[in-house]
């Protein structure tokens, strides 16, 4: 991808040229379930892969379900960067316990450790997280990937998530 600071005055501007200054975006297609454990992994298509030294504002549309009671699976979030990499994020979702269950929350991260939970308001209820910031690569570059997992292990019911989940990034560094 092309950073916007590289298209110079005088340019010739070419189809080529304006579609690399579009954003990386990875999309679901299919929707990823996931059973009975709590331990984070990468969702296999929402990753993108940074170039070094560079930092690039992000969004990600997170869409997902749990089939089973509220509160119990639910999904819990985190962020794979590449080594060396930082970020910072501000995360909307629905919280997942009580009476937070039906209330929107914003948080601020500034880690990829910090996972978030997120809730499901009624069993078998359709729910999005949207996530947004700004992501450092590090001195190598590599991969940024949604990280997640049930929140509470449930083996009957799984949590997943849903096709047209997306993540997207701009190059501004």
Known sequence: MTSAQSVLAGMAA????????AP????????????????LAADPDLQLILAPNATYLYIAAIFYSYA???GNGDMELA???PSGGSMSASLLHYGNTG????TLNLDYVSASASNECYGATTAGGDRCALATGTVY???NG????AEWAQHASDVSNATSVMAGSVLAAWQIT
């Open 14 to 21: 070419t189809a080529e040229m304006l579609r690399s200054i």
């Open 24 to 39: 990386m975006a990875a999309t679901k297609t299919v929707a990823t379930p996931r059973t009975g454990t709590t331990t």
């Open 68 to 70: 089973g009671t509220a």
């Open 79 to 81: 962020w794979q960067l």
């Open 99 to 102: 009476a937070t269950q039906n």
């Open 137 to 139: 690569s590090g001195g």
């Open 142 to 145: 590599g991969i940024f990937a």
